[in-house]
């Protein structure tokens, strides 16, 4: 099946810091969405990008899909605590879905 | 009125039972599916089943099996339940034919003693 890495697994950021998460993949990738699933919540849809170098933003969230399909990125300006939560990358290849590992933001007061 | 809902939300049972978990969805999906969420947050696809097909995990154990009385509800039974089955299962919809976005229900927190 599909292989989505996601990278740092973990990261603490001073509220007002940046935070960037990353995802990779080995192959060419359709499409690749974002999900961020808050603390004893359950995943919820950000976006989804299908082109090649395809940037997306909402308010402070900027979204990238790289040039070559294989690799985006989720990045947060000035973090709040209300960033608070896992962030998933995800593929959809049709009828299956493929999660990377995830990346659980905490951000400190 | 919740997209997709799950019951129960909570689920404390002995090891060796057999326990259900619901799943409805009310979006008109035509896919539906089931995934496991363990401490570290890995969210690992179980099943995922339309009208036409039913696609395994081939890790999943025979001991979980998925149950669709209709286009709307997805069950999930697990047999000869087991300390490491521990988890929170997510029962997610989505339509099929595009790049579309699962929806996903709140989730039940499963723990086997």
């Known amino acids: 099946g599909q292989q989505v890495m996601q990278i740092p697994q973990y990261q603490h950021v001073q509220e007002g810091e940046d935070f960037t998460t990353y995802c990779n993949s080995s192959t060419t990738l359709s499409n690749i969405q974002w999900y961020k699933q808050r603390p004893g919540g359950h995943p919820v849809f950000l976006i989804q990008l299908v082109k090649s170098g395809e940037v997306k933003k909402q308010k402070r969230l900027t979204f990238q899909f790289g040039e070559a399909k294989k690799n985006s990125s989720l990045h947060i300006t000035a973090t709040q605590t209300t960033d608070v939560g896992t962030y998933f990358c995800?593929?959809?290849?049709?009828?299956?879905?493929?999660f990377g590992t995830g990346t659980s933001l905490t951000v400190i007061p | 009125d919740t997209a997709v809902s799950q019951t129960p939300k909570y689920l404390v049972t002995q090891m060796g039972n057999d326990k259900s978990i619901k799943c409805e969805q009310n979006?008109?999906?035509?896919?539906m599916y089931w995934y496991k969420q363990d401490s570290k947050k890995f969210l690992k696809i179980m099943f995922s089943y339309n009208n036409k097909e039913l696609i395994i995990n081939e890790t999943v154990p025979n001991r979980f099996s998925p149950k669709s009385p209709d286009k709307a509800h997805l069950n999930l039974h697990i047999n000869s339940l087991e300390l490491g089955d521990s988890a929170v299962y997510f029962c997610a919809s989505t339509t099929t034919g595009g790049a579309y976005e699962q929806y996903f229900g709140p989730g039940t927190r499963l723990t086997v003693t």
């Open positions: 979006l008109g999906h035509d896919t």
């Open positions: 995800a593929v959809n290849t049709g009828n299956q879905f493929y």
